[in-house]
């Protein structure tokens, strides 16, 4: 996990390099060398989104992806997902160090949307309590919301992560100071209420830096597509050494 010269760890979103991988029958590019290499690098995690679809990452990539994170003890596997859809499955049979819950629908083309309390609380409430009792750390994928994050709390959450495609959207155009001020305020929410802070959804190396330097607590970002189309220019080395100067204070 980030040193204490690295405070916001980052965990890399493969999913990108299986959704190339699936387009032709060869196995080629492999989700598992990808992984490794952003890990030999200094990527802090890996994360993945198996969907029901598997039009990126299959159900086979979840258990070869969980023997290789067992090489890199000291890095983290978040797999993230609905939990009413396959996600507990994953869940179970390989444990991984974080699962992020995510409200989306099993055909959504990207998720686009947080949880809402108290509306999801009751249903979510016994499937955070299994994942605890299996021994992983469960975040909710939310919307800057600072009045929701006690809820979440108190359905027994350990962190957030904050849906950033909003910040991403509005970056370079006036409002952004706006909506960068809603993450400060939501992250600074859901400390008080004693939850760790992730974020991610098209964060990139150009509105990255800002986003860390506002937004107080945070401790994880999770990147997929930018990092990789980052990575087909430069290269997974050179792109997560990039990322990791973005976040660094």
């Known amino acids: 996990m980030p040193t204490s010269s690295q405070r916001v760890a980052l965990s890399v979103n493969v999913n990108k390099v299986a959704l190339l991988r699936n387009s032709r029958h060869l196995g080629i590019p492999t989700v598992i ?6 890990l030999q690098a200094g990527a802090h995690g890996i994360t993945i989104h198996p969907r029901p ?16 994170m067992k ?18 499955d994953h869940v179970r049979a390989v444990r991984p160090h974080q ?33 605890k009792s299996l021994g992983v750390r469960v975040s909710l994928f939310m919307d800057p919301i600072p009045e929701q994050m006690a809820a979440v709390r108190a359905v027994g959450a350990d962190r957030v992560e904050l849906y950033t495609e909003p910040y991403a959207a509005t970056w370079g155009a006036p409002e ?20 760790g802070v992730n974020a991610g959804h098209d964060l990139n190396l150009d509105n990255l830096p800002a986003f ?22 430069t290269g ?6 990039a990322y990791l100067n973005a976040l660094a204070p």
């Not at 860390?212 to 220019?233: N, P, R, T, Y």
Request: net charge negative; with cysteine.
């Open 176 to 195: 952004n100071a706006i909506q960068l001020q809603r993450y400060a305020d939501a992250a600074a929410a859901a400390v008080q209420a004693g939850l």
């Open 33 to 38: 060398r990808a992984a490794e290499l952003c």
């Open 71 to 88: 090489a890199w003890p000291e890095r983290e596997f978040n797999i993230e997902g609905n939990p009413f859809h396959n996600l507990m």
């Open 236 to 241: 997974y080395a050179a792109t997560v050494k």
């Open 99 to 131: 699962v992020t819950f995510v409200p989306d629908s099993e055909g959504q083309f990207t998720s686009d949307h947080g949880w809402t309390f108290p509306k999801d609380a009751e249903r979510l409430k016994p499937l955070i309590a299994e994942c």
């Open 53 to 68: 679809d598997e039009r990126h990452i299959r159900a086979s990539d979840v258990p070869q992806l969980h023997a290789l």
């Open 212 to 233: 860390v330097a506002a937004v107080k607590g945070l401790q994880e970002v999770s990147i997929g597509h930018a990092f990789m189309a980052d990575a087909l220019e």
